[in-house]
Every structure is written in structure tokens, then in C-alpha cells.
């Protein structure tokens, strides 16, 4: 079980959407929304980088279209 005491993810390595702590935490540090970082973990896993990599990848196109015009 959780130390609910500590408000940081403990395991920065992995994403738990279980605690809400943890949701409030990689929400705010990844500047996405609770909707966004769910789907993500959804799609790829709770592993940091790879979520990291996945909005990344989410992101990228709506830039890249918005620089072309």
C-alpha cells in the first residue's frame, strides 16, 4: 500500500491512476489533463518514458500541421 503522507509519485518511473496524488502529480508536471494522461497509460502502459513518449508523439502532428500553413 501507498504512504498516502508522501504527495510526490514514489516511483517516478511508473504512472499509478489509482492514486490521486499521483494522477495530480503527472497531470501537472506533463501539462496534460486527467482524460489525456488516461488515455495515454491506456494505450502504452503506466510506464513513465513511455507515456512521456506517447503524448510527445500525440502532440507532434497538431504542431507540425499548424507550422505548414
Known sequence: MDNLKIRGAHDRSKIN???????????????????????????????A???RKELAAQSAPASAA????
Open 17 to 47: 491512476m489509482h492514486e490521486s496524488h499521483e494522477v495530480q502529480y503527472w497531470t501537472k508536471h506533463l501539462k496534460v489533463s486527467k482524460e489525456q494522461l488516461q488515455k495515454a497509460v491506456d494505450k502504452v502502459g503506466n510506464a
Open 49 to 51: 518514458a513511455a507515456v
Open 66 to 69: 499548424h507550422s505548414n500553413s
